[in-house]
């Protein structure tokens, strides 16, 4: 080993020397432009309006410090609504997501079922053929729950992705466990959840990870589900604040100058109020996605 | 209790209705974890798929699906001879074709960078910086976008800095398509590099010695070691992606476009949301609508089918 380190200290030519450094500085940047963008969103969101509109160029500190465009986004009544309705839907939709995942991936890790093909393909056939986006809005409502939280709940209540990482990390599990758990009279509900659950835990991690960004993330459903501004979740009233400039506030006509003051000075700090959540929980769960994607890979 | 002991043999002989009887009574716990699963199905994949059949009819919201008239395949007629089709077709294939072709080698690119990284550390933090794009979600994106490619947005600020002249970049036709691949390079680069990277870790280390004995510099065991160990795993995910060859991120595209982009924003995805808004005639045209998604899928489970067919030929994986 040492004899092997040290022979790489000797080959270690002038050439190979200057790869790494080039390597390392194209590395950087890279880093750097994959950071600068959100660096500068989060520079500018502290950055006072007049001093913003004013200036050319780049920004790497902020000028003027202020944190007004805080204050103000947090008086746009909306956007805490905003937040508590994909709050809501994340304590519901969690747990439905994990329970049923979990399920699924016991029933397509199990074997001798008679009609385990049959569900098999019945779960997978979903992935490549859907209805359409007419046939499913027309579905959610004859299902009553068109202008509910509940259209943006039920029909994500499985991913088959998902499903495939949940079954291979079932597989993995030792058989024997569930064996002597058999003879010792357990029935497959008890398995499931005080041994196969208690083993599979850091992909369990990793799917309330990729559920919880799904959700968090999602504004398609709820923009063609949802009527009232009031039910809609976080990521469309950014988008009603940012893209389609068309202000949700807009009901009355004295508030026209308000309105524009908001959609100048709060797009920076709405934009890191939603975003800061998600990036401050992905690194520490990072090994364990990480693991996610090699799985689901292995069988696409 | 003893249970009885069926012999494979004993079992093949028994009819239908008692395997059944059996197979339900010894894995009831099973089937009652799948059932609400099952009723998920149901409800919200299959029942939308009977609704399909509007596509195949004059379907008004006020007469209902089932009182609506059959029309046959006049919708898909409609939707063949629309001038549209041609630029949905178009755009489809080369927003599509585009992203295939830049979007696919950057997190190979990466991968190979980062095996050639030898400070843990380092290699690490590059990993979770180029890691974090992709959980920001595609409204930040597109606002981002929005809010830099502006007249006097930071893109303008850099292009002036070197020369350029100052302008809307997300207005103009020329560089929808451009900010639309670079972006989701942006997005995806660091997360479709872990596949790689996993892959990487399988090759194994006595070959890089061997080339090393034999005078070979960095550049040449990448290229002869390393790009050959990562081909199988290439080829999976290339045959793969080929086989969505119509998903386009259409989203993100109704995020990002707007009127003056649509000659090369607009794809079959989007013109569906369109047309289901009325925003082209004036009312929903829900047939419309169904025929053109169907039209999209029908030809991505053709792709898929096709790649899948190619790839279970030549390489040994299939998906089925």
Redo the contacts between chains.
Sequence with gaps: MTN?VHNNKI?E?A??KV??VI??L??IF??F???Y??W??LVASFTATSYLSAH???LFIPHMFTTSAYRLAFTHPLLLSGYKNILLVLLVSLPINII?TL??G??LA?K????KPV?QF??MF?M????????????IRS?GLYNTLWALI??G??SVYNCIICRTAIQAVPESLSESAYLDGA???VI?FRITLPLIMPTIAVLLLYYG?GH??A??PASIYLQDNNKLPI??I??SI??ANSNLLNASGSETDKVDDFAETI??ST?IL??VP??CI??FL?KYF?KG??IG?VK? | MAKKVVTNAHYKKLPLSKKIARDFSHNKYKYLMILPVLVYLALFCYKPMYGIQIAFKNYKVTRGMEKSPWVGLYWFEAFFNDPYFWRLLRNTFTISGLTILFGFPAPIVLALMLNEVKNTKFKRTVQTITYMPYFISLVVLCSLIKIYSQQNGLISDVVAFFGGTKQNWLQDPKYFRSIYVISDIWQGIGWNSIIYLAALSGIDQEQYEAARIDGANRFQQMLHITLPGLLPTITILFILRMGSILNVGYEKILLMYQPTTYEVADVFSTYTYRISLGATSGQPQYSLSTAVSLFNTIVNVAFLLLTNFISSRTTESSLF
């Design positions: 092997a080959k030519s050439g190979s790869f790494t390597n390392a194209l590395l890279l880093c432009l994959t950071l963008p959100i500068y969103c050319q160029g780049v049923l399920f699924t016991y029933f199990s001798n079922v008679l009609f569900i019945l779960i979903t490549f053929f859907n209805g359409g986006m007419i046939p499913i809005f027309l579905n299902l039920l029909p209540a499985i029935n497959d509900l499931v960004i968090w993330n504004w398609f990521q469309n950014m988008r940012l893209i797009k920076y934009i939603t975003t998600v990036l992905y690194p990072q990480v994607v090699m890979a696409g």
